[in-house]
């Protein structure tokens, strides 16, 4: 490992702990006596996603950052609930087990969640995700926005969410369930 300050490779683990996020460790320079912080991360499968027109490409976390951030641009949203939010879509995914994931199921799980999270920010997503036609549609989306949880079924202009649930729902791979 390099040392972040001096750049040399002689550094030693001072501290090493478990984290939901991988294995964080505490580590020195012996060189130079900087200390930082590592964190260690299985790296899963390639996950691929299957586009509109079929293409398949690799799934690429820094996408799905940008399109978030773009949506929570100016809002009142502290950047650590941005990044659990991109974690938890993408532990979400990795866990269900499968290769190869459609694009709309992507679009689905942050738009649930962001609905959740912040409503203008939704809307702001959903505007450039469901590439609203007219003004008419956008308005039936904001509108079935102010009503109330119970009563916010889904309409017309509105794509159904997969699952019963208001968030798409993932099936494992056979005989390994997937963890929520």
Do not use: H
Request: charged residues 35%.
């Amino acid at each position: 490992m390099l040392c972040i300050q001096c750049g040399k490779d002689r550094t030693k683990v001072v501290d090493s702990r478990e984290s939901r996020a991988g294995v964080r460790r505490r580590r020195e320079c012996l060189s130079c006596g900087t200390r930082f912080t590592t964190l260690e991360k299985v790296q899963n499968r390639t996950l691929m996603v299957i586009k509109q027109d079929n293409r398949r490409e690799e799934f690429q976390r820094t996408k799905l950052a940008a399109s978030l951030t773009k949506a929570c641009v100016k809002r009142p949203l502290p950047i650590n609930a941005i990044n659990k939010l991109i974690d938890d879509i993408e532990n979400k995914l990795t866990d269900a087990g499968k290769q190869e994931i459609r694009s709309e199921l992507i679009g689905e799980l942050v738009m649930s969640r962001l609905k959740k999270l912040d409503r203008v920010a939704y809307i702001r997503y959903a505007s450039v995700y469901r590439d609203f036609s007219d003004i008419e549609k956008f308005k039936e989306e904001i509108e079935a926005l102010l009503l109330p949880d119970e009563s916010n079924k889904v309409t017309n202009a509105q794509l159904s969410f997969l699952g019963e649930g208001n968030e798409p729902s993932l099936r494992p791979r056979r005989g390994r369930p997937a963890k929520l």
